[in-house]
Nanobody, 129 residues
Framework: QVQLVESGGGLVEAGDSLRISCAAS?????????????MAWFRQAPGKDREFVAA????????NYANSVKGRFTILRDNAKSTAYLQMNSLKPDDTAVYYC?????????????????WGQGTQVTVSS
């Protein structure tokens, strides 16, 4: 069973930077593990739907970003540590949300939530103005 655990959220001020992490463990019923997963970050603000933020293919060679974060956020992966990261720079109050990581075995970094089979519990990021 695949488990994803997010960490690193917190309270920051507008303009600050923050890096959140997603540690993966376990494998799929077919034996696939982190190195074969596309990883993504989604977020959900109070009263809003969950939205796509960023994704990275299993190979690391392809990334995808929401227009609202392009140029400010970077998704990274370290296969040796089975960990994905979201580096967030120039944070804005509108970035305040619970951030969830998700895994898609064999994926290429899709933007749609239904593509992802495994989800973490989320980490809160709050940006004050």
């Amino acid at each position: 069973q695949v488990q994803l655990v997010e960490s690193g959220g917190g309270l920051v001020e507008a303009g600050d930077s923050l890096r959140i992490s997603c540690a993966a463990s376990g494998s799929t019923p077919l034996g696939r593990s982190f190195g074969e997963f596309a990883m993504a970050w989604f977020r959900q603000a109070p009263g809003k739907d969950r939205e796509f933020v960023a994704a990275i293919a299993w190979s690391g060679g392809h990334t995808n970003y929401a227009n609202s974060v392009k140029g400010r956020f970077t998704i990274l992966r370290d296969n040796a540590k089975s960990t994905a990261y979201l580096q967030m720079n120039s944070l804005k109050p509108d970035d305040t949300a619970v951030y969830y990581c998700a895994a898609d075995p064999g994926g290429w970094g899709e933007t749609r939530a239904y593509e992802y089979d495994y989800w973490g519990q989320g980490t809160q990021v709050t940006v004050s103005s």
